[in-house]
């Protein structure tokens, strides 16, 4: 069986598609001549996008779908528009993220970053995996980051966290996207679906603009940063390489494994951190 994933009729869902490395992760697929559902919050700015692709790559297979994933029932919703639209599921690149400036909760009442970050991925690809198993070979690729290095998890706070700082709750976030592929591949083992997170680089993305501080220290920052287009390079590795099976549960910086922090190879956390997770969605 042919672990190459393009071919007639491929799908790829794409979550934060409206800008920086999405965007560019969605145009590279459509390059690559597959069928892209490209995941924003905002209608505007995501229709802006499906054009820069569409004009980028010649291709029409090109869709956008809506959803804010600071709402859980956003998340269940775009799951099953996604469902209803495809027979098949070939990749899910779960890429969306932000790094709030403020502690802020989600419309579920939990930490946003944690929320965004971590619990929305988690439930979408929950949601769509039977038909990403179904389509198999089939792909999930997580954007995790380095920033993951030297946190550290308490499982009884994680929605409201007593110690939050911007960059801890970043950190974190990124530390259950890791945790969240290895238990993920743990568990579909013998099912023709890899599951695999990358750090991206340093990103020039919007990620960081919210004015104040923050957003001075991160425009000092850009002239040493990495484009988007440079950051979606290893989502696209994953995502065509043109055998995924050696990285499947691992952490990936440029084409290479690498090892994360220690506490994201603990797999007990993983699992723990999967079963808090499932109740915090209501699976």
Known sequence: MSTHLFGAEQTAVVTGASSGIGRHTALG???AGVRVV??????????????FVIEGSGSDRVAIALADFSSLAQVRRLADEVLAADSR????????????PRYRFSFDGLELTFAVNHLAPFLLTNLLLERLKASSPARIVTVASEAHRGQRLNLGTLGRPHDWTMLRAYGRSKLCNILFTR?????????G???ACLHPGFVSTAIGQHGGLTELVWRLMKPFMTTPEKGAETSLF?????DPTPFQGGYVIGKSLAR????ALDSGLARRLWEESTRLVGL
């Open 89 to 100: 599921l070939d990749l899910l690149v779960n890429n969306a993220g932000l790094m709030s």
């Open 193 to 195: 679906v890899v599951a």
């Open 38 to 51: 490209m995941v924003g919050r905002d209608r505007d700015r995501t229709e802006a996008a499906r054009h």
């Open 260 to 263: 994360p922090d220690p506490t």
């Open 238 to 242: 994953l995502a065509t390489v043109h």
């Open 183 to 191: 238990e993920l591949a743990a568990r579909l083992a013998g099912s």
């Open 29 to 31: 697929l459509a390059r």
